[in-house]
């Protein structure tokens, strides 16, 4: 007796081949992501939007996300929050306890979890300390907890720069581990001319300072001892970049990151060409054709060498599995660890992100995709600390989380 279920099984050979054809491309299109591992996020602890002590202002109003530099470090396991929409600098424990409060008394009411640093004839670990911020922007911390903060000045104490085209008004506060102000840095030092506008602000792993500048026309370097000497100087002209010999493209400087333990400096240059229409060869915008690091020696003043950066495609699916196409996500150069690792993060669809760690000589350590909510995030800084570990403070629209993936494990011990 024959039976009915075998019949109902047998399918012809052409709808045979269309079906493992089918399966074959589902299979590749799920693969696309799933060949890079992923790297598990702590979410660490919240933080309630607002102006009390322990909370974090990000929105200036309902709905507006700010225009003020909010900035995370970690050190040691503590985490230095710069908010610049409340004018303060906060430290926290991994586990999320307030330990030290540098606040404007203008903008910030009256401290009620932590005290002045005597409480009773008592000391205490955890203290409040008033300044009169005019305008808090970028952070860093050396290994003794001096904490380096950059303020904006009145128009009172600003100064024009005519050879720049800008005004000169930000400085560099050192407060000491108590929170006493110590003095602050200008671009020649202690006391100093100030800065143009401060991008970055970073400290090598013998507590070198490191202020990183920009104008229209140029990023400015200016490399400091541990003590507050200035080191080295750099002017960066955007019209004199390193570009490939052997073609004609449009150099975008990304970021300028120092080394950790050499007297160099990191360049994330993207490179821009003509795109052409392959049947009619007729012009129809720019297309980025390449990204590279360079890296400039201090000592000898020359571009001693780049690395090129790996690209990050994707095959997408479209409506259907025959629909598809393959998409490039730009890397974002986002810290340098020590022993020349360069951290590469890349934005991806889907709420995930896809992060490279590389060293100069071309290896690639590892690749790992990290879930961070893209959809749901109003504001997000990252921070990679001189052990290599990736921290985020991400900011929701009713609360912001501190964030870390340890991606310190990737690559090993990297020392101080």
């Given amino acids: 007796m024959q039976s009915r279920y075998r019949s109902q099984s047998l399918l012809s050979l052409p709808a045979l081949l269309i079906l493992v ?32 002590e322990d909370q974090i202002d990000l929105f200036q109003m309902e709905g507006a996300p700010l225009n003020q530099k909010t900035r995370i470090v970690m050190r040691d396991g503590l985490f230095f929050i710069s908010n610049g929409s409340a004018n303060k600098v906060m430290e926290f424990s991994s586990y999320g306890d307030l330990l030290t409060l540098l606040y404007d008394p203008d903008e ?13 004839g008592r000391m205490t670990n955890r203290r409040a300390h008033s300044y009169n911020f ?5 952070i860093a911390v050396t290994s003794n907890k001096t904490t380096l ?7 009172e104490r600003a100064v024009f720069d005519s050879d720049l085209g800008v005004n000169l008004n930000r400085v560099v506060l050192r407060f000491d581990s108590r929170g006493q102000l110590i003095d602050y840095l200008g671009q ?14 970073e400290v090598t792993s013998s507590d070198e300072i490191v202020v990183v500048s920009r104008t229209m026309d140029s990023w400015l370097v200016y490399w400091f001892t541990a003590d507050g000497d200035l080191y080295y100087s750099v002017d960066i002209q955007l019209s004199r970049l390193p570009v490939p010999d052997d073609r004609e493209v449009i150099p975008i400087l990304e970021t300028v990151l120092p080394d950790k333990e050499l007297p160099r400096l990191y360049l994330k240059l993207d490179y ?8 009619t060869g007729a012009s129809f915008g720019i297309e980025k054709t390449l990204s590279r690091v360079f890296w400039l020696d201090l000592e000898s003043g020359r571009y001693d060498g780049y690395v090129n950066i790996p690209t990050n495609v994707q095959t997408i699916s479209g409506q259907s599995v025959f629909d598809r196409q393959e998409v490039e996500y730009m890397y974002q ?48 800084t990252y921070h990679v600390s001189a052990t290599g570990v990736l921290s985020a403070l991400l900011g929701f629209e009713d609360h912001a989380r501190v964030v870390w993936w340890r991606s310190d494990r990737l690559v090993g011990d990297l020392g101080r």
């Fill in 333 to 380: 150069l986002v810290g340098v660890a020590p022993k020349e690792h360069l951290y590469l993060l890349s934005r991806e669809d889907n709420d995930q992100s896809q992060l490279l760690i590389m060293r100069t000589d071309g290896r690639v350590v590892r690749r790992r995709n990290l879930h961070v909510e893209d959809s749901e995030i109003l504001y997000k």
């Fill in 134 to 138: 005019s305008q808090v922007g970028e």
């Fill in 108 to 120: 910030n009411p009256r401290p009620v979890l932590l005290q002045a640093s005597a409480v009773e």
């Fill in 272 to 279: 821009y060409e003509q795109a052409l229409d392959p049947e």
């Fill in 188 to 201: 020649e030092g202690i006391g100093g001319t100030p800065f143009p506008y401060i991008e970055r602000l």
């Fill in 149 to 155: 903060v950059e303020d904006m000045l009145g128009e």
């Fill in 21 to 52: 054809g089918l399966v074959v491309l589902v299979v590749l299109g799920g693969c696309s992501r799933s060949r890079v591992a992923s790297l598990e996020r702590e979410d660490l602890y919240r933080l309630a939007i607002g102006r009390a």
